[in-house]
């Protein structure tokens, strides 16, 4: 068990609301940061208990911000814990919100879990979170439920636009205009998703490279892409695959 989930069971303080498979996956991404002098973003207050639970985690050293749409939730202000008011959706109020708070290590969206409002967080604050810091949104199984504006693979969702960080993610290795390298393939590290929960480590990102070392055991075969007539092979192929790509047909591969 981990310390969080510890201090959630023995809690006595104001009330925190959890999924209890949450808690090894906070402590996977954010133990690092225990001890530090380290800034905190949560959108959601409810409460007020996470908050306490978060300053209890990572120390005196730590300076903990909340965001809440309710103006009762400015009455859980503490030492070293921060509320703002306003909403999450509100594109305007969250730029002013970042130019007001310090770079953020860790961001946690916990808030009305709508698709508009995790889509316009991540928008305007993935930004606001230092090049080596974590983004974490989480409840996302909001984006089943059709109350929440979800749905089995419906667009629109914060899952299927999350889905799209993969591409991005990847685009380093795209030949095609439609996916291209932009500020998220540079900025993220890396992906984790779990249950209800979508976790980005932030890293700068150069373009990827690959060598080789060692001795060869064999000769390779001849690259057959070579040369003129490889190379209008290669072509072909490429223009072919794309306009079966446009029909919704499976690719073919030419060697």
């Not at 290590?105 to 916990?110: Q, T, Y």
């Not at 591409?167 to 205009?177: F, P, R, T, V």
Request: proline share 5%; glycine share 10%.
């Amino acid at each position: 068990m981990t310390d969080l989930e510890t201090y959630f069971h023995a809690n006595q303080g104001r009330l925190i609301h959890k999924w209890m498979h949450f808690f090894d996956v906070y402590d996977k991404h954010f133990n690092r940061y225990r001890g530090k002098d380290v800034v905190i973003l949560e959108i959601g207050v409810y409460h007020g208990g996470s908050l306490q639970m978060w300053k209890n985690y990572f120390g005196g050293k730590a300076r903990i911000y909340g965001v809440d749409i309710n103006p009762r939730c400015k009455e859980l202000e503490e030492e070293n814990i921060s509320i703002h008011i306003g909403s999450q959706s509100d594109r305007a109020f969250l730029r002013k919100l970042k130019k007001e708070l310090p770079p953020i290590d860790i961001l946690i969206d916990d808030g009305g879990h709508t698709m508009q409002q995790q889509i316009v967080t991540f928008e305007e604050l993935y930004s606001a979170v230092k090049p080596d810091g974590v983004y974490l949104c989480e409840d996302l199984h909001t984006s089943y439920w059709l109350q929440y504006g979800g749905g089995d693979r419906r667009p629109g969702t914060f899952i299927e636009y999350s889905k799209r960080m993969i591409d991005k993610l990847n685009a380093w290795h795209s030949e095609e205009s439609s996916l291209k390298v932009d500020d998220f393939t540079r900025s993220a590290g890396s992906l984790h998703f779990y249950d209800s929960i979508l976790v980005i480590e932030k890293k700068v990102a150069a373009p990827p490279e690959h060598r080789k070392t060692g001795t060869p055991s064999f000769q390779d075969p001849p690259t057959r892409h070579r040369g003129p007539w490889g190379k209008l092979k290669l072509g072909s192929l490429r223009a072919v695959n794309k306009v079966l790509r446009g029909l919704g047909m499976p690719s073919i591969i030419w060697r």
